[in-house]
């Protein structure tokens, strides 16, 4: 099996026999996605392949489930595009050129979106006129879908409780970032909205902010739509406040005491900090809190700093552990809550859920051809 995680602006692949990678790659600052792609395939040997599958990021309201992909199902993505205007396109670029090549060989799309399909109403909904939000679809879909899946089962294995009887706040903070409340595997509440936009402070995006700054920059600043849509999402966040968008610079120039660094960094931390406190009374019971990607992976700073001063709360970072590396507990023993790092794998997520479709499919063809004879 291929699997192709086609980013806002880099090409993931990872080929699977059965459970062992046999191949992976990433292709970073890709502009051209059809030539990324060829590039990727003419790497590897794909002779005997029986499936591709490929993330999608933006699966609206009618894909809740990992889905074959047919002519429809990519015009209903393109249908999409303008609610993920930095990833559907670049998820279609990869459906397209893996058809193009692999015509025959089953192709199926596996949803950021899915995973979120149990938020309750209440976390969905925002508070506007009903009527416009249902005519256009303003809702909360939430992201990051697979990683949050993926991590929250494997905080339950490292707690080694069913994953039923878990509640988790998982932190995904890559170049985009998002916060999820788990329930128990159910996601009840993630900081993600109508697009990958709201919540978290994010390499080039601002996260949450007052609505009105969009109205006041346009009457104010005199700003297109446009020119506002490409502020937000390409040049706020840690790159807007501090001239660089990659966690690293931002600690490197934080220790030699850069200001704007600092700053940068402590509205980042701050903002985690006040969505792991809305996701604890929410829960009303918590027991993980699981740090992923490649910010909450790799950046023990941004942990202890995202966590300080909770320990009247039951949050506890242990200083030595949290300088460790790879899946681990960094809470100290004994602590009320469990404090985790786990690196996520959205390939092989997306891999395990694209392979239970197809084997459904083929036990759904079984039982008609039963039914036939
Ligand atoms: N060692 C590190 N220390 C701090 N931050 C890191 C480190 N390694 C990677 N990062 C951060 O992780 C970000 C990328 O995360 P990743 O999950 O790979 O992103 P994405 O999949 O969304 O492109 C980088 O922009 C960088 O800020
Ligand atoms: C949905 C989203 O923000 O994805 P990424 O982090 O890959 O940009
Ligand atoms: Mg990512």
Redesign the pocket.
């Known amino acids: 099996m291929l699997v192709l995680n086609c980013?806002s602006?880099?090409v993931?692949y990872r080929l699977y026999d059965k459970d062992a990678t046999v191949d992976k790659g990433l292709l970073e600052r890709v502009t051209d996605y059809d030539a990324a792609l060829y590039e990727v395939t003419a790497r590897l040997d794909l002779s005997g392949l029986g499936a591709v599958g490929h993330r999608v990021v933006h699966g609206g309201l009618r894909f809740t489930e990992p889905t074959v992909i047919t002519d429809e199902v990519v015009a209903a993505v393109e249908g999409l595009v303008p609610l993920a205007p930095l990833h559907n396109p670049a998820n279609l670029a990869g459906i397209a050129v893996a058809r193009r090549l692999l015509p025959g060989v089953p192709q199926v799309a596996v949803f950021d979106t899915a995973f979120h399909r149990t938020l309750p109403e209440a976390a969905a909904t925002y508070a506007i006129d009903a009527a416009v939000a249902r005519e256009h679809g303003i809702h909360r879909y939430g992201f990051h879908g697979t990683s949050h899946a993926y991590v929250s089962r494997r905080t339950a294995d490292l707690l080694d409780r069913p994953l039923e009887t878990v509640n988790t706040i998982t932190l995904h903070?890559?170049?985009?970032a998002s916060a999820c409340a788990v329930e128990g595997g159910r996601s009840v509440a993630t900081s993600m909205g109508l697009t990958p936009l709201e919540g978290l402070v994010m390499?080039t995006r601002s996260g949450d902010l007052d609505p009105a700054v969009i109205f006041h920059l346009r009457r104010t600043a005199g700003l297109g739509v446009d020119e506002i849509d490409d502020l937000l999402n390409h040049r706020s966040g840690l790159l807007g406040l501090a001239g660089v968008?990659?966690?690293?610079e931002i600690?490197s120039r934080r220790a030699t005491g850069d200001p704007a660094a600092t700053l940068a960094f402590d509205v980042y931390c701050r903002r985690i900090k006040s969505y792991v406190g809305a996701y604890y009374a929410l829960l009303g019971r918590l027991d993980a809190i699981t740090f992923t990607?490649?910010?909450g992976?790799?950046?023990a700073p941004?942990r202890a700093e995202s966590l300080a001063g909770l320990t009247r709360l039951g949050i506890e970072v242990d200083t030595e552990r949290n300088d460790g590396r790879g899946e681990r507990i960094i809470s100290p023993d004994g602590a009320p809550i469990t404090v985790c790092v786990v690196p996520?794998d959205e390939e092989l997520e997306i891999a395990t859920q694209t392979r239970s479709v197809l084997l459904g499919e083929r036990q759904e063809e079984g039982q008609r051809d039963q039914h036939r004879e």
């Open positions: 980013g602006s880099s993931k903070l890559g170049n985009g390499g968008g990659d966690m690293r600690l990607a490649g910010v992976e790799n950046a941004v996520t």
